[in-house]
């Protein structure tokens, strides 16, 4: 396989999105968390596309997997591995819909459960990217992206892969190979590939588009192109922390659940939409949510007026 970039058009298209952290760390407004598996089973598709809609966006960034390598939807492939690790209902099927009932693209964060930083997971012991040959790993790791793809085809407009870095430390990347298992179900599918917080070191040549992950709305974009040439993404999070200066926070879990989390003027955020709007990129925000799936009111609100300033209100 040769990489050819896919088209950009149907993500520019969408004008922005908004993102969620929504993952086996989550936690409800308030009280004991439900486990995983039931509150994939209960959670509101309705409400939760409804929410959207008054956000005004284009397209949701849904966490697929990252705290613990646990999905909300099932994988064979996952199961071999490591049982636990999924769910019966497949929330991400349900979201797919639901959204694109609404006009609303679904794209998907993934982060592949390799470890930054020791101690090893149990899903990465499991799945064989331990020191040492990690083509058992890549085989898992190619083979669960291809089940996801086909079984969502183009009701999945797009990947956004976290930690690129522990692959490349892992070592023998096939970013062929897994660019190509990406695109499985559908060939215009978009990926990226994040190396950290407005870095523009590629990883690979095989993406799409710059992961773009921001924390801060007075960055500005410039030219049509990232310094790496790529067109211009924004993954931000607006949820500041001293606790946490360079990278912000991105999901209400038991460390920020306490705390009260306001957004920024709209001002501040329209004026970071056109900015990247202006080079042909797209912004998407990182909006904190509870594990029921409703949205951080603050949030939502400032969203809302977001959208009534751009003329995408619904």
Known sequence: MSFEPADFGPLRATGYGVGFHWTALTLPQR?????????????DVSRFVDQVRQTGAGHVLFTLAHARHIMPCP??????????????RDLIMDLAEGLREAGVALCLYYHHG???????????LAAGA???????FYDRHCRILEILGERYGRKVTAWWFDSAQALARLGATPWERIAEAARAGHPGRL????TGIEQHALATPCQDY????????????????????????????????SRKPLCGVWV???ENRPFDWP???????VRFVRRFQAVGGVPAFNLLCYQDGRILETDLEVMGRVADALGRAP
């Open 31 to 43: 009280g004991e968390p439900l486990p995983f598996a039931e509150a994939v089973a209960r959670f």
């Open 210 to 241: 710059w992961s773009g992950e921001i924390c801060r709305l007075n960055y500005l974009p410039r030219g049509e192109y990232t310094p790496g040439g790529l067109p211009w993404y924004a993954f931000v999070s607006w949820h500041g922390d």
């Open 252 to 254: 209400m879990d038991a």
């Open 130 to 136: 331990g020191p040492g040959d990690s083509a058992a």
């Open 263 to 269: 957004p920024p003027p709209v001002e501040s955020v």
């Open 114 to 124: 390799i470890s930054s930083r020791p101690p090893a997971s149990p899903w990465e």
């Open 75 to 88: 994988n064979a492939e996952m199961d071999a591995v490591l049982p636990g690790h999924t769910c019966e």
């Open 191 to 194: 990926l990226c590939h994040n």
